[in-house]
């Protein structure tokens, strides 16, 4: 940089000689005034010293604090930051013009710490009258010069008394000194010391003039050297939307030379055409103070445009700043091509994978119902063959038959039920059960298997028991069969053991844990981690001399999971396992079983029941059972004709297949009910080998009333039918058949068991007026009396009363107050039978 010119200005010189001489007039006055007054004035003037020590001391902390303020982005003040540097620049000045004419050779560190706070003062003055964004850029360096320059400010503040007053002394030595001297002399001395200052002065703006000009291009530099560097797309628009700054990765992004786009608006350059409105409205927006959604915002995803025209996805974030040129908008972007990509790839694999699953569900859906329809067909004969006169050998074939029919049963089974716990439309059915007669009934179902292996199955509580819970019976046999029959069948010679344990209670939750241990050959080492994957079969771990699909684990470790529990294994080969399975169930009150109950079901009077079937083996098989208990059919081969039958013919029960030409049974469902024949109101049972329960829900949702799985039993049957007609044929409910009132009242005496029996009836005649009172009460009150007064009910075994109760609960619990309506009204008749026999 050239040296700077500076011309003399010499009427300022003559009015500081003529200045000089008017104040030595006054000098020699002042000095015998000045020598006087000193001694009088001598503990005011320290004290003032102190203040403005004090004084500094404010200043520079109000300073500091600014500065940290704005550094750390809570406040953005420059102006106030220029304020309290200029108030310190000017208390500095004044301390340096007390201690001016303090000479001692003592004590020279406070002279530093004088110095070193007016060298802070002097070098920040340069950034504090550049513009906002050369002080916005030093102010990190500022707050470290500030922290650096604290301790000279504390030195001087704590300056020692003796200190003070040698700087008062030393001031009024040197002016004493001074007044004695000659009036020309000190006007000569004056005006060479004015020249000279004058001189030092100029020379000193002139290097701070330079040095201010040296560190804006170094951050200049600094800037613009991170920018281009810059891994990120760096665009900087001035308040027209024209380009001033454009770096390399942006070159990179947009095709564009950076000297071929400066000075252009950026809108037509970078953004598509279909974008390029809402760029400009926003601008527009942004200039007029308005709202802002993507400047400041953060990081935005948007489309942009190459300079070949091609679109392509970014990550924008959009800043505005505002300079004495006026607003600048800095915007950084990101190319996302490839993870945009690598985005839809993975929804596409997604996608496909969900695809995938569910042509297998609807594969495994359609081997169910071609597997199961021929099964039905050779097990539906056996139960048949088996109710006519066969000879012991005959019937040992027909067993024997059944048996791998049962089999093969199980092992569809085990497929289809991979199928429903993975869809994760899997819902548990809870009831009350006796975990001591489910376990003992699994016993007893093994025991042969066990006693043919010399093997003995036993079972019991650790501590104290739990046995009633409420539990899905299905999955809870499923655990334990698969457990227990690997146990058995595995063990030779040996024992297998299940133990069942309450580790704890809280609030109704039971913590079981069920253990089945085996004297058996024990799972390997290298097998351990795979043992509940599916398709592991024992061949792998054990000898051929036992078989199976390799699904039973992999099925209890979903069965496990579904309902909330977890499952461990520990073995040791040639020594025996022991499964573990953690679960938390829900404590229950035991529900009394009524002794006289049948176990074979059968309808007393006889039914009409139209069969729609195509298979023909089906329908003969149907047909035998259904005439085996004295009932009339009719068969059809497709859900056409039955629509059209069902117009005119009645019928007490339609026993529907679901896949069928022509029509469907779902189809000729939903017909039958739309339309306004005589089986309109009949009951329609769907009979099909479709065994996944999403599919089941489907026919319900149909218009049917129920659901009869392939291969069919004639137990089933009778089961079903007696369910579902025990509470229609003639219109009458079922009598309560109460049986084990006589034990209550042997354990209660007469009584207490009367005084029972009055609370029960009461409690109930209560819940039956308030329930049919008038408005339907809130729901949550209704679950919580319903689910109070059926576990009364259980204790009197009012068994249909009790289901009544439980039915509107539930209707209740899933807010359908359409079913709680129909649960409510059906109630009085209930409980008047129910009355009767208690």
């Known amino acids: 940089m050239p040296p700077l010119r500076t011309f003399p200005n010499w009427n300022h010189y003559i009015q500081l000689i003529l200045s000089g001489l008017v104040v030595a007039g006054g000098i020699v006055f002042l000095n015998i005034t000045f020598s006087n007054d000193f001694s009088k004035r001598e503990p005011v003037w320290a004290d003032s010293v102190r203040q403005e020590l004090a004084q500094l001391e404010t200043e520079f902390f ?13 406040s953005s003040d420059l102006a106030a930051v220029r304020s309290r540097f200029y108030t310190l620049y000017g208390q500095a000045t004044k301390l340096e013009l007390v201690y001016a004419y303090w000479s001692s050779k003592e004590n020279n560190d406070h002279a530093q710490a004088l110095e070193a706070v007016r060298a802070f003062a002097d070098a920040t003055a340069q950034f504090i009258v550049a513009d906002d964004l050369v002080l916005e850029t030093a102010l990190p360096d500022l707050l470290a010069d500030a922290d650096a320059t604290r301790p000279s400010v504390h030195k001087l503040i704590n300056s020692p008394e003796d200190f003070i007053t040698s700087v008062v002394y030393g001031g009024h030595n040197v002016l004493a000194a001074t007044f004695v001297k000659p009036a020309i002399l000190f006007i000569l001395l004056g005006l060479v010391l004015a020249l000279g200052s004058l001189v030092d002065y100029l020379r000193y703006l002139k290097i701070q003039k330079y040095e201010q000009l040296r560190a804006a291009e170094e951050t200049l530099t600094r800037i613009d050297t991170i920018v281009q560097t810059s891994l990120d797309g760096v665009v900087v628009a001035g308040g027209d939307s024209s380009i001033i700054a454009f770096n390399t990765a942006a070159e990179s992004i947009f095709g564009y030379k950076a ?23 926003g601008m527009e927006r942004a200039r007029a103070g308005g709202e802002r959604r993507v400047i400041g915002k953060g990081r935005v995803q948007l489309d942009a445009k190459h300079a070949n025209g091609c679109t392509f996805p970014v990550e924008l974030a959009l800043q505005s700043v505002e300079t004495e040129q006026g607003t600048i908008f800095v915007a950084f972007l990101r190319d996302i091509s490839t993870r945009v990509n690598a985005e839809t790839e993975l929804i596409l694999a997604r996608d496909q994978a ?37 000879n012991r050998k005959q019937l040992s074939y027909i067993e024997d ?43 007893d179902s093994q025991s042969g298997v066990a006693a043919q292996n010399n093997t003995i199955v036993e079972w019991g509580w650790i501590g104290l028991p739990q046995n009633w819970v409420l539990a ?19 063990t030779r010679n040996g024992l297998v053991k299940i133990s069942l344990q309450l580790s704890e209670i809280v609030d109704g939750a039971a913590k079981i844990i069920i253990r089945i241990s085996d004297t058996g050959q024990g799972i390997k080492d290298d097998l351990k981690p795979f043992i509940f994957d ?12 036992v078989g199976g699909s390799g699904l039973g684990l992999g099925i209890v470790r979903r069965s496990v999971n579904a309902m909330g529990g977890q499952i461990d294994v520990e073995s040791k080969p040639n020594v025996g396992s022991t499964f573990e399975v953690r679960l938390t169930l829900v404590a229950t009150q035991p529900v009394a079983e009524d002794p006289n109950a049948p176990h074979d079901y059968k309808i007393a009077e006889p039914l009409h029941v139209l069969i729609v079937e195509d298979n023909e083996i089906n329908r003969v098989v149907t047909r035998e059972m259904l005439e085996t208990d004295g009932h009339s059919t009719m068969e059809l081969q497709d859900g056409a004709s039955a629509v059209e039958l069902c117009q005119n013919t009645q019928f007490d029960l339609i026993l529907m297949d679901i896949s069928m030409p022509v029509m469907d049974g779902r189809n000729a469902t939903r017909i039958i009910r739309d339309g306004t024949g005589v089986c309109a109101q009949t009951p329609i049972l769907a009979l099909t080998a479709n065994a996944l329960a999403s599919e089941q829900a489907t026919f319900l949702d149909a218009g049917m009333n129920g659901v009869l799985i392939k291969p069919l039993s004639l137990s089933v049957l009778r089961q079903t039918l007696n369910e579902l007609f025990t509470k229609t044929i003639g219109g009458q409910v079922l009598e309560e058949k109460v049986s084990h009132h006589a034990e209550m009242r042997s354990v209660l005496g007469d009584v207490t068991f009367d005084q029972m029996r009055a609370l029960f009836l009461a409690e109930a005649e209560e819940l039956n007026c308030w329930l049919s009172s008038g408005a339907l009460p809130a729901l949550e009150d209704i679950s919580r009396r319903c689910h109070q ?50």
């Open 789 to 838: 007064t059926a576990g009364s009910a259980a204790l009197f075994g009012a068994h249909y009363y009790r289901t009544a109760l439980n039915a509107i609960k539930d209707a209740a619990d899933a807010k359908n107050t359409t079913e709680v309506a129909s649960g409510i009204a059906s109630l009085d008749a209930v409980w008047r039978q129910t009355e009767r026999a208690i």
């Open 534 to 545: 599916d398709f592991v079969t024992g061949s792998v771990a054990y000898d051929r001399t």
């Open 354 to 390: 969900l695809a995938t699953a569910r042509l297998r569900s609807r594969f495994l859906v359609t081997m169910s119902h071609e597997i199961r329809t021929p099964l039905n067909g050779l097990l539906g004969n056996l139960d048949l063959i088996k109710n006519t006169n066969l």
């Open 401 to 443: 038959m059944e048996t791998s029919g049962a089999l093969l049963l199980q092992h569809v089974s085990d497929v289809l039920d991979l199928t429903r716990y993975d869809s994760r439309n899997f819902k548990l059915r809870e009831v009350p059960l006796s975990l001591a007669a489910f376990v003992q009934s699994t016993v």
């Open 62 to 74: 109000n300073f500091s604090e600014h500065l940290n303020n704005v550094v750390s982005g809570s």
């Open 472 to 490: 899905d019976p299905d999955v809870l046999r499923h655990i334990l069969m698969n457990l227990v029959g690997n146990a058995v069948k595995f």
């Open 259 to 281: 000297k071929d786009v400066l000075g252009k608006p950026f809108g037509p350059l970078i953004i598509p055409g279909h974008l390029l409105d809402a760029h400009s409205a």
